[in-house]
Each structure stands twice: as structure tokens, then as C-alpha cells.
């Protein structure tokens, strides 16, 4: 099996499409970067505008890598799931539409296997675009910008964590998201078992994450008490709250601490359900499934 799954690593990145993804997000990193880097005041001002008549908010000290960070990952929120899609969406309806599939089947090694090697092998792409989004996002941006206290705004209200307690909340936020990207990549495989075209599982990876996204962030009574429980993207924001620290009474900031994390936790649990749930019912199809191609 380990054999295997070096030989779909080593199809997935022989493959130019597989590369538009760390090119795509270091173009969209580094363009952010340049940009802050030199008209960033102005871009924290327009944030925190709503803020700017109550309190009296230290501009230049907010605008550190820890910061820019953050506002890359908000902003990426949309485009790296898409990136996954690409690849994941091949991985089996390629073989399909080359006509490979059916002489892979012919090898000693049960349906199951095979599919879970596939599978495997889409972790390891998903996790390696993960730290490569990391290294941009973060470490680029504490050598550009350097390091301060992480200041964000939550509704009407500013948190302040110290700079000694940001570097392991985003090492918990790049894991939860590498978890929310693997429920993405389990879709775009589930969808690509069913079709005989890469393009298809890619495309429709895309429009459902977009819609569900939408509905995800739509400020709608009916939507948030139906629909968005239920969405995965709606979970895949869990990575947020690490950066959600609580306050005592007096209104510090306690060190270390995080708000509502039995709700990050249950998101977690949702997403690994999800994981489940569509790998889980692409073995079943995949196992039934005619193979002519």
C-alpha cells in the first residue's frame, strides 16, 4: 500500500494543474503583503472604522506580521478550499477519462485499498498546500512586518492577545483548517467517484462551496437556525475562535484562554463526521460501481 501511495503522490505532482494552487495563493499572499506593506495604515483604519469613534486604537503597533496574518487567512477563506477541488476532483474521474481506472482495478489490491490510497494521497497534497500557506501567511508576514501584541475585532469590541500567547493559536487554526480543507477534498473525491470527467467533480466542489459559503455567512433567522447548523462551511470558520480569548472581570485579556471552546470542539467532531460521511459513502458507491473505462 505504501508503494501505492508514493505512486499517487508522485502522479499528483506531475501534474501542472497541481502547482496553480501554491502559485495561485503565493500571488494572493504576496500581493496582500505588498499592499499593506505600503498603504497598510489606511487598510487597518477602514477595518476598524466602526471602532475608530469610541476607542482610541494604536494603528501602528496593530499592523504587525501576527495581524497581517490573520487578515490573509480572512481573506483566503474562499479560494483555497477551490484549490483543493482541483485536485481532488481528479484524482478519480481522471483515471476514468483516461482510461486508466479499470487496468488499476486489475491489481491485487481490493477496491477499498485503492480508493483509500487515493484518498490518503489527497491528505498529504491538502496538509503540504497547508504549511506552504502557513510559511507565506505567517512567517513572511512576522519578517516583513515583524511581531506585536495581535489585536482583532469581535462585533463591537477590540481583543488584544499578547505576543508571547499568538504563535500556538495559530498552529490550533492551521490544524482546524487543514481538517475543514480534508471535508472539501472528501467531497470533491465522493463527487469525482461519481463521474467519468474531472471537470465535473471540480466544478460542482466549487458551486457548492460558494452557495454554502454564502449561506453561511447570510444574517438570515430562518437560514441560521435551519440551514447553517448543518453546513460544513459554517464549521469550517472554527478555526476563528482560537483567536477569541476570554476576559476577567476588571476586562483583561486572560492569557491562554479561549472563548466558547466547547463549540470549536464540537466543530471539530462535525467535521471529522463529514470526512466520514463522504469517504465512508465513496467506498460504498466505488465498490458497486462498473468500471468500462
Keep these: 500500500m505504501w508503494n501505492l501511495l508514493q505512486f499517487e503522490l508522485f502522479k499528483i ?21 505588498i499592499a499593506l506593506l505600503t498603504n497598510g495604515k489606511e487598510y487597518v483604519k477602514f ?13 501602528d503597533q496593530i499592523r504587525n506580521g501576527y495581524w497581517i496574518g490573520f487578515a490573509i487567512l480572512n481573506l483566503l477563506l474562499i479560494h483555497v478550499p477551490i484549490l483543493v477541488a482541483l485536485v481532488a476532483g481528479d484524482m478519480v474521474a481522471g483515471e476514468a477519462n483516461m482510461g486508466t481506472l479499470r487496468l488499476l482495478i486489475t491489481k491485487p489490491i481490493s477496491r477499498t485499498n485503492l480508493l483509500l490510497t487515493k484518498f490518503f ?40 492577545i499578547e505576543k508571547t500567547d499568538v504563535l500556538w493559536r495559530y498552529i490550533a ?11 472539501v477534498a472528501s467531497l470533491s473525491f465522493l463527487l469525482s467517484v461519481l463521474s467519468d470527467n474531472s471537470i465535473g467533480p471540480i466544478v460542482a466542489t466549487v458551486a457548492i462551496i460558494i452557495v454554502f459559503t454564502i449561506m453561511s455567512e ?66 460504498i ?9
Design 173 to 183: 487554526a492551521f490544524g482546524f483548517g487543514t481538517v475543514g480543507l480534508i471535508v
Design 285 to 293: 458507491i466505488f465498490k458497486k460501481k462498473d468500471i468500462l473505462s
Design 218 to 283: 447570510m444574517q438570515i433567522p430562518i437560514y441560521d437556525k435551519t440551514v447553517k447548523p448543518y453546513l460544513f462551511t459554517t464549521h469550517m470558520l472554527g478555526w476563528k475562535g482560537f483567536f477569541y480569548i476570554d476576559s476577567d472581570v476588571d476586562g483583561q485579556t486572560i492569557k491562554g484562554s479561549i472563548q466558547h471552546f466547547s463549540s470549536i470542539m464540537k466543530s471539530f467532531a462535525i467535521l471529522i463526521g463529514y470526512i466520514f460521511l463522504f469517504v465512508s459513502s465513496a467506498i
Design 47 to 59: 477595518m476598524l472604522s466602526s471602532l475608530d469613534d469610541t476607542l482610541d486604537i494604536p494603528y
Design 121 to 160: 494521497a489527497c491528505v498529504i497534497y491538502t496538509f503540504i498546500l497547508v504549511v506552504w500557506t502557513a510559511f507565506l501567511c505567517l512567517v513572511v508576514s512576522v519578517l516583513l512586518f515583524g511581531t506585536n501584541d495581535l489585536v482583532i475585532s469581535k462585533e463591537f469590541e477590540l481583543l488584544q
Design 13 to 33: 505532482f506531475k501534474k501542472p494543474r497541481t502547482y496553480i494552487a501554491f502559485g495561485a495563493i503565493a500571488a494572493i499572499i504576496l500581493l496582500i503583503q
